[in-house]
T-cell receptor
Framework: GAVVSQHPSWVICKSGTSVKIECRSL??????MFWYRQFPKQSLMLMAT?????????EQGVEKDKFLINHASLTLSTLTVTSAHPEDSSFYIC?????????????FGPGTRLLVL | QKEVEQNSGPLSVPEGAIASLNCTYS??????FFWYRQYSGKSPELIMF????GDKEDGRFTAQLNKASQYVSLLIRDSQPSDSATYLC?????????????FGQGTELSVKP
């Protein structure tokens, strides 16, 4: 399958700092990427849809000013958690879409584990 | 009604048995169906996708789709302890915001040696 990478794989930061997470499609171009968050023992929660060259579309309840998404190229989307707080500690996972006509497949990156102290 | 429903499990099967994972969805316009496997602490890994009614086989895995019943399943033959994971059913629909995957809550599978 297609390869999606994320960096960093884990990060520990102090409360109030901002953290940037990168998501890259390594062997294909992705016009659309997705950002998910997953708390322990819970299901994936879609945070936002990131479209290359346009503003991200956020899911209900997700603060767009806190979770800044930039999709500047066809292979890179970034998620910045601004002024992170302990409740933002979670597993953040991106995915990239490969579309062919009306069919599509979505591949996930390995995830970034964020711990805010 | 949830858009994609799965039994949360855990589903426990003995090694070598067939594991059957089920999923139902509410949007009749859904076009693509996926099964992901997620090991504890890891991100989801795509293992099967199916677009047409019927069965699709890949190694020990068989995906079954019945659009009339809005039902998709995953069979794992000769289950191994390494198959123990949470299996996520995902359905793609164009209904929302240009299309996105809707995930079920996942079924935890435990294969006992």
């Amino acid at each position: 399958g297609a390869v999606v990478s994320q960096h960093p794989s884990w990060v520990i930061c102090k409360s109030g700092t901002s953290v940037k997470i990168e998501c890259r499609s390594l062997d294909f171009q992705a016009t659309t990427m997705f950002w998910y968050r997953q708390f322990p023992k819970q299901s994936l929660m879609l945070m936002a849809t990131s479209n290359e060259g346009s503003k991200a579309t956020y899911e209900q309840g997700v603060e767009k000013d806190k979770f800044l998404i930039n999709h500047a190229s066809l292979t890179l989307s970034t998620l910045t958690v601004t002024s992170a707080h302990p409740e933002d500690s979670s597993f953040y996972i991106c995915s990239a879409r490969i579309a062919s006509g009306t069919q599509e497949t979505q591949y996930f990156g390995p995830g970034t584990r964020l711990l805010v102290l | 009604q949830k858009e994609v429903e799965q039994n949360s499990g855990p589903l426990s099967v003995p090694e070598g048995a067939i594991a059957s994972l089920n999923c139902t969805y509410s949007d009749r316009g859904s076009q693509s169906f996926f099964w992901y496997r997620q090991y504890s602490g890891k991100s989801p890994e795509l293992i099967m996708f199916i677009y047409s009614n019927g069965d699709k086989e890949d190694g020990r895995f068989t995906a079954q789709l019945n659009k009339a019943s809005q039902y998709v399943s995953l069979l794992i033959r000769d289950s191994q302890p390494s198959d123990s994971a949470t299996y996520l059913c995902a359905v793609f629909s164009f209904r929302n915001q240009g299309g996105k995957l809707i995930f079920g809550q996942g079924t935890e599978l435990s294969v006992k040696p």
